[in-house]
């Protein structure tokens, strides 16, 4: 369904030819960012079963909103933005709808499945990132990703997250040592 | 790379001043990505343009429910189990009376209760 190549580049023609409802033009911004968002979704909720349906959310979402993107930030930054949202929902969603039953039954939702890496060190070093993230809390797990798996600076971060750049700060300090503890154990 | 060198790499993506582009970087060059599935795209397009669209929510909603159900049946059963046993072990047998909470011999302490006499 979507073309292989798009001869439009620039973001805010992508928009417009998608708000005249070329659907090609939106599956090119699908090809351009599943990969970013992939790793936030994935890498906040584990490789499960879910992940994905979340991933195809966001850009369902980024669709029926494309209209009030303004082009004031990138298009990758608003992508950004509802893939946090969705993610921090489906997580408190989680939370609520588990806590009902067992904390085993919550585990069992965070497994995720190791992606069939080629050599046993590259599969060491992607069980201790996953098992790191997940054993993480929510809101320190979402700054370790913005920075870790997507390599934004602070200030990327804090605007992203729609947070003062001194909140960040202080997670990050938080965050590393709730992470050193973690990183003990594993 | 080894375990302790990705440990400290992980750590460092959380100091201020740290290159996040090049630990992402690193982590990727050791096989640490992400994927969704390789027809993720047309799937996203199907569920926004196609005719019988099936809202994801509800997809979801069955599983999660498929999977309540399961948890709350093992429950069920578990609970019946230990009633049986427990019942066994007070009254002796699994009869008629013994689940009603009556012993075999007559007791007319319940006509009484039944009658008012």
Same mark, same amino acid.
């Given at each position: 369904?979507?073309?292989? =190549?798009?001869?439009?580049?620039?973001?805010?023609?992508?928009?417009?030819?998608?708000?005249?409802?070329?659907?090609?033009?939106?599956?090119?911004i699908?090809?351009?960012? !599943?990969?970013?968002?992939?790793?936030t979704?994935?890498?906040?909720?584990?490789?499960?079963? +879910?992940?994905?349906?979340?991933?195809?959310?966001?850009?369902?979402?980024?669709?029926?909103?494309?209209?009030?993107?303004?082009?004031? &930030?990138?298009? =990758?930054?608003?992508?950004?933005?509802?893939?946090?949202?969705?993610?921090?929902?489906? %997580?408190?969603r989680?939370?609520? +709808? +588990?806590?009902? +039953?067992? !904390?085993?039954?919550?585990?069992?939702?965070?497994?995720?499945? %190791?992606?069939?890496?080629? =050599?046993?060190e590259?599969?060491?070093?992607?069980?201790?990132?996953?098992?790191?993230?997940? &054993?993480?809390?929510?809101?320190?797990?979402?700054?370790?990703?913005?920075?870790?798996?997507?390599?934004?600076?602070?200030?990327?971060? &804090?605007?992203? $997250?729609?947070?003062?750049?001194?909140?960040? $700060?202080?997670?990050? =300090?938080?965050?590393?040592?709730?992470?050193?503890?973690? $990183?003990?154990k594993? | 790379? @080894?375990?302790?060198?990705?440990?400290?790499?992980?750590?460092?993506?959380?100091?201020? @001043?740290?290159?996040?582009?090049?630990?992402?970087?690193?982590?990727?060059e050791? /096989?640490?990505? *992400?994927?969704?599935?390789?027809?993720? /795209? @047309?799937?996203?397009?199907?569920?926004?343009?196609?005719?019988?669209?099936?809202?994801?929510?509800?997809?979801?909603?069955?599983? *999660?429910?498929?999977?309540?159900? *399961?948890?709350?049946?093992?429950? /069920?059963?578990?609970?019946?189990?230990?009633?049986?046993?427990?019942?066994?072990?007070?009254?002796?047998?699994?009869s008629?009376?013994?689940?009603? /909470?009556?012993s075999?011999?007559?007791?007319?302490?319940?006509?009484?209760?039944l009658?008012?006499?």
């Amino acid at each position: 369904m979507i073309k292989e =190549s798009y001869n439009i580049t620039e973001e805010d023609e992508l928009v417009k030819a998608c708000l005249n409802g070329d659907k090609n033009a939106f599956g090119e911004i699908v090809n351009r960012y !599943q990969k970013m968002v992939a790793r936030t979704v994935k890498g906040m909720l584990g490789d499960s079963v +879910f992940a994905e349906d979340i991933g195809q959310e966001v850009f369902i979402n980024l669709y029926h909103s494309l209209s009030e993107f303004r082009g004031e &930030a990138k298009l =990758s930054t608003y992508i950004q933005k509802i893939a946090v949202n969705l993610t921090l929902n489906e %997580i408190k969603r989680r939370k609520r +709808f +588990f806590s009902m +039953f067992s !904390q085993k039954a919550n585990n069992e939702m965070h497994e995720f499945e %190791i992606a069939d890496h080629n =050599s046993e060190e590259s599969r060491e070093a992607s069980e201790i990132v996953n098992k790191a993230l997940l &054993a993480m809390d929510p809101k320190f797990r979402i700054i370790l990703t913005m920075r870790m798996l997507q390599g934004y600076s602070t200030k990327e971060t &804090a605007e992203i $997250l729609d947070l003062p750049i001194g909140t960040v $700060l202080s997670r990050l =300090s938080r965050a590393q040592e709730q992470l050193r503890n973690i $990183l003990v154990k594993l | 790379m @080894d375990a302790s060198e990705i440990k400290k790499l992980i750590i460092s993506s959380l100091n201020a @001043d740290t290159n996040t582009v090049e630990v992402s970087r690193k982590l990727e060059e050791e /096989g640490i990505s *992400y994927n969704f599935s390789h027809n993720f /795209g @047309d799937k996203v397009l199907n569920k926004l343009f196609s005719a019988g669209l099936t809202i994801n929510r509800e997809v979801e909603f069955v599983k *999660y429910m498929n999977f309540a159900f *399961y948890r709350i049946a093992l429950t /069920g059963v578990a609970a019946i189990i230990v009633l049986l046993i427990s019942i066994f072990l007070m009254q002796g047998s699994l009869s008629l009376n013994s689940f009603l /909470g009556l012993s075999d011999s007559y007791d007319e302490s319940i006509v009484c209760l039944l009658t008012g006499n």
